[in-house]
């Protein structure tokens, strides 16, 4: 029921629709108002000897390089429209404007030239020839200025002076290869031969005004078309005729003709309100293009671009004219997002996303629409030539048209991804499986795989078939009449595509990740090339020693000769960047888009150099010039260039590209922009820049501009910033080694007192009274005949004496040696006092006293003084504490506490026996520590505490020593 539906519908749309046909156009570009150009209403188009197009239009002149359009106006100048826009040989720009005013370029700057003679009131055309001659059209006859001698002169037609009739009017000044000068007039068709005028008489001008028809030079012939009754005349061999070409008269037939020209070869243009005729004069071969728009000129630039002033629409330019487009605009197509195409023996068909069909006959070029459907996808989409049918899937059937477009269904058998036709059967490829289907029978049929399917090619000379799966590529044989699988090639890899080339029977296949793989006819496996890893490929294909592949991105061209890729996009003249199918027909490549079916010859994938550079001008500072071989610049100063380029196919996707010979070989890029060209940082010293262009294919342009020039030095490398910094350097130097002497010297003052200290401590400490009490001692025990006392304190003082000579002579030693040494010494006083002296020794067990180190001597002074002003005055009990203590981890406390008789009453007694014995203990200690703390190595805190009881009665004293690291 279904299918019986969808006939009805397909059915009824032929009926209503029909075939319908259009006309097709090249593709082209357009420069209109919309992207910078100044105007899109354009009378006149040139291109000078630089390659610089010439635009005469409605908003004055302009001269526009591909990217940017520059205006030219005169103080002078009575009205902004131009037109008949020249290019003498000298490479003089000529116009005119509509008050009959003639316009030159000189020096980027437009200026008036001015005529003698008031017969110039109404100038219609001029033109220019090889002798710098420039030929002016008006009523008075015809007149030559001459750019050498600045003269001009007068050719009159009939001798008549006169400026209110139409006697000695011309018009439509020609000149020809020759050199020749034809143009009209009222008798006929005038020339000026080697500075003679001579007149081709014709009586036609006497039913059709000559101010209605303009010439053109073919070859050595003339062709005069009218504007006004559609007739057409030629001048040959100084005979005039009236022609009678059918086709051309039919195209030219109610359309108003605004300019003819002959640009080589065997076709006139003749630009129109109702499009541009190409006309083969040969064969009376007529071809209309783009008849929806009004246009005023054309020419051929130097890159084979076709260039179309428009008068409603700016500037078309045509890459090539083989490159046609069909698309909705221009043809009876209803949508033209295409992704399917097919070719057959004269015909392309195509579907697009929305399931409807087309075929376009080659021949004629013309599209009638076969199935017109809605929100249908199409699968399978391939023409069979053995059955001369058109075979498409869509809604999971399988369909066919004739070349009758007769249209026929097949059993619904799933999603059709591809059809092709083998000895009586059909191999039909879904993403079910692959199945051979009977031609005669399609109720016949058996699964090869049941394997997601995608493409397949039979090789009939080998009877192989092959292929194109979701898990690689299957090859099968035929055995007794039926495909046997034999070998799967690169298994579990999603193939998207595959071709075939009968030369040398090698098979091409194109993965999901844009790799290419070849498998010979041994049957073995390569890799070929790869893709872009950001590009989605859809469709390979195989054609002369060529690999192409279908992109997002454009159409990959990979040379299998020279192994590098070419990539063609819309830069290079795509309709569409997304290639998801094409076909390659009759040296054609037929590309399905988004945006219509296009037409492009194979030329398109050998691109040639186009671009052209021109330094017009430099800028240092605030200054121009155009010496480029001189420059002479500050240092760090920029150099700015003022560029022209020509080229237009890149259509403004042009870098600049320069480096610094003979210093630094990298390219710097640079965006093209209708800015200056600046170029920092140049080295100093003499330098030589290399200039260029990059076009759009990454090709350099035709020529490199070389600059040459000096860049002076630094003001850090002249000769007075040396000296100076050299006299700086060397004060600075003396004062740093004055400072460092004198810190040096400091140094050494203050280890010369830190020793002088030391020696005044040791002084103190072993002062002759000590020496003498103890050695006094020691001789008792003697007398008392007690050796064993009398030998141990001699040994005692004995090692007192060597520990501490040691000590004096280094500046710091461990806790441990100053310990052994105050016990040593409490040890010794103890021996003078009575028998009721005791001391305790504590030390904190978190103290490493074998890697501490302190000032050497130290603490023997402050236990000296605990003895000498406290103990040895104290009756009845004496007690000495030494206690060692980390406050913290950069801190350790010592404390020295006795139980004497304190310092008031030692200071008392002190002062009683003042005449009697100086003690420098006191000073040498306090001295010490202010020269240990100036060093910075410690930093050392003395407190002095007197202990009480609770009458407050003296209980001694308490020496805090606190070493901060």
Same mark, same amino acid.
């Given at each position: ?464 078939? @092959? %292929? =194109? /799966? !979701? *898990? #690689? ?8 009449? +039926?495909?046997? &699988? ?103 490549? @037929? %590309? =399905? /888009? !988004? *945006? #219509? ?8 994938? +050998?691109?040639? &150099? ?356």
């Amino acid at each position: 029921m279904r299918t019986i539906i969808f006939h009805i519908i397909i059915s009824s749309l032929f009926t209503l629709i029909g075939n319908v046909v259009y006309s097709q156009n090249p593709q082209y570009y357009s420069y209109d108002d919309e992207n910078g150009a100044p105007s899109n209403t354009i009378y006149s188009i040139v291109q000078d000897k630089r390659g610089f197009l010439w635009l005469g239009t409605d908003a004055g002149l302009y001269k526009f390089d591909g990217i940017k359009y520059t205006s030219y106006k005169c103080q002078t100048q009575k009205s902004k429209s131009v037109s008949e826009v020249k290019v003498s040989e000298s490479g003089r720009v000529y116009c005119i404007n509509f008050q009959s005013q003639i316009f030159y370029v000189e020096n980027e700057s437009l200026k008036e030239l001015k005529y003698p003679f008031k017969t110039f009131r109404s100038i219609p055309n001029i033109e220019t020839d090889k002798h710098l001659n420039l030929y002016v059209n008006h009523y008075g006859g015809i007149s030559k200025y001459n750019e050498k001698t600045k003269q001009w002169k007068t050719f009159k037609t009939n001798g008549v002076n006169t400026e209110t009739s139409y006697t000695n009017y011309t018009k439509a000044v020609k000149v020809d290869q020759d050199n020749k000068v034809n143009f009209l007039c009222a008798d006929g068709l005038g020339q000026i031969i080697h500075e003679k005028l001579n007149v081709v008489p014709s009586d036609i001008f006497s039913t059709t005004a000559h101010e209605n028809c303009m010439i053109v030079n073919v070859n050595r012939d003339v062709w005069i078309f009218s504007t006004f009754n559609e007739k057409v005349y030629h001048v040959s061999n100084g005979k005039f005729g009236e022609i009678h070409p059918p086709n051309l008269l039919k195209a030219i037939k109610g359309k108003k003709i605004t300019n003819v020209k002959y640009l080589g070869g065997k076709h006139l243009w003749i630009t129109t309100y109702s499009g541009i005729i190409k006309y083969d004069f040969i064969r009376d071969k007529t071809e209309i293009l783009y008849p929806d728009y009004a246009f005023s000129d054309i020419i051929i630039d130097r890159e084979n671009n076709y260039w179309l002033s428009s008068l409603q629409y700016g500037l078309f330019r045509i890459p090539d004219l083989q490159s046609i487009v069909w698309d909705k605009n221009s043809s009876s197509i209803l949508n033209d997002k295409f992704n399917k195409i097919s070719a057959g023996d004269n015909s392309i068909y195509m579907g697009d996303k929305r399931g409807s069909v087309y075929k376009l006959d080659i021949p004629s070029q013309q599209i009638e629409s076969i199935l017109i459907n809605e929100g249908n996808n199409i699968q399978a989409f391939q023409y069979l030539n053995e059955e001369k049918k058109l075979f498409f899937g869509m809604n999971s059937h399988l369909y066919f048209v004739n070349e009758q477009n007769r249209m026929d269904s097949i059993t619904d058998i799933g999603p059709v991804k591809f059809v092709e036709k083998y000895l009586s059967s059909r191999i039909i490829s879904t993403s079910l499986g692959c199945y051979i289907y009977s031609s005669e029978n399609q109720n016949q049929r058996y699964l090869i795989t049941q394997d997601w399917s995608r493409e397949s090619y039979v090789d009939k000379t080998s009877h192989r078939l @092959w %292929l =194109a /799966t !979701n *898990k #690689g590529i299957i090859l099968f044989t035929m055995e007794g009449g +039926k495909w046997v &699988k034999k070998q799967r090639y690169l298994k579990d890899q999603q193939i998207l595509s595959i071709d075939f080339n009968e030369a040398t029977r090698t098979l091409y296949l194109l993965s999901f990740n844009g790799t290419i793989y070849e498998i010979n006819p041994q049957l073995q496996l390569k890799r070929v090339a790869r893709t872009q890893e950001d590009l989605q490929v859809f469709k390979i294909s195989y054609y002369q020693q060529q690999i192409y592949v279908g992109t997002n991105k454009g159409l990959g061209i990979y040379n299998l000769k020279t192994q590098k890729w070419n990539v063609l996009t819309k830069a290079n003249g795509l309709l569409s960047d997304v290639i998801e199918n094409f076909i390659i027909k009759d040296a054609f490549i @037929w %590309l =399905a /888009t !988004n *945006k #219509g079916l296009q037409r492009i010859p194979l030329q398109l994938s +050998k691109p040639e &150099k186009t671009a052209i550079l021109y330094v017009n001008k430099v800028k240092i500072g605030n200054q121009y010039g155009k010496n480029f071989k001189s420059l002479d610049l500050e240092y760090r100063q920029p150099l700015t260039l003022y560029t022209e380029v020509s080229s237009y196919a890149s259509n403004g996707q042009l870098t600049y590209a320069y480096r610094f010979k003979d210093n630094d070989n990298r390219w710097y890029a640079v965006q093209m922009t209708d800015k200056p060209l600046i170029i920092p940082n140049i080295p100093y010293g003499k330098f030589i820049i290399e200039l260029k262009v990059i076009d759009h294919l990454n090709m350099d342009s035709l020529n490199t501009i070389t600059l040459s020039g000096y860049v002076a030095p630094p003001f850090w490398l002249s000769w007075w910033f040396v000296l100076l910094t050299s006299l700086i350097f060397i004060l600075v130097t003396y004062f740093i080694i004055r400072f460092q002497f004198k810190k040096r010297q400091k140094k050494m003052d203050l280890l010369y007192e830190l020793n002088r200290s030391k020696l005044i401590a040791i002084k103190s400490q072993m002062n002759p009274h000590f020496i003498f009490n103890v050695l006094n001692s020691i001789k008792s025990y003697i007398y008392e005949n007690d050796k064993r006392n009398a030998m141990r304190y001699l040994e005692d003082f004995s090692d007192l004496m060597r520990q501490t000579l040691e000590l004096s002579e280094v500046y710091y030693t461990s806790l441990n040696d100053e310990i052994k040494l105050a016990k040593i010494y409490i040890e010794l006083e103890e021996m003078l006092l009575s028998s009721d002296f005791g001391y305790t020794i504590n030390i904190d067990r978190r103290i490493n006293i074998n890697q501490l180190k302190i000032p050497a001597l130290l603490l023997q002074p402050y236990i000296e003084n605990a003895f000498k002003h406290g103990l040895r005055h104290k009756k009845g009990e004496k007690r000495l504490l030494l206690s060692i203590d980390l406050v913290n981890e950069n801190t350790i406390r010592i404390e020295i506490k006795d139980n004497g008789i304190g310092r008031k009453a030692s200071t008392e007694i002190n002062h009683k026996n003042v005449n009697k014995r100086k003690s420098f203990a006191t000073e040498a200690m306090k001295n010490r520590i202010e020269l240990i703390n100036q060093e910075g190595k410690f930093l050392i805190k003395l407190i002095y505490v007197d202990l009480f009881d609770e009458f407050g009665h003296c209980e001694g004293t308490n020496v805090i020593i606190d070493l901060i690291q």
